[in-house]
């Protein structure tokens, strides 16, 4: 895999990661509970992260990459946190 394939993974989980910050700006743990398309599309984005992620996966070494063993729910909450 090249630094360009890299570069292209890294970059769809950043923007991922930011449009899920975007859409939990100003909402609180109940919103995920009672608005249906937030929870659907938090999910996506989580996993369109971890999608990306494991596209990486091969080239780094095992306890190296920042997402291991970090769950799409630790990452959802962590977005509604952020906003």
Do not use: K, N, Y
């Not at 890294?10 to 009672?34: N, S, T, V, Y």
């Not at 063993?69 to 962590?78: E, K, R």
């Amino acid at each position: 895999m090249s630094q360009h394939d890299d570069d292209v993974r890294l970059r769809h989980m950043l923007d991922a990661a930011r449009q899920a910050i975007a859409f939990a700006r100003g909402r609180e743990r109940p919103d995920l509970d009672q608005d249906v398309q937030l929870a659907l599309a938090l999910t996506r984005l989580v996993e369109i992260i971890g999608e990306a992620r494991r596209g990486r996966a091969a080239q780094v070494a095992p306890g190296a990459d920042a997402w291991c063993g970090v769950d799409s729910s630790t990452i959802a909450l962590s977005a509604l946190r952020a906003g």
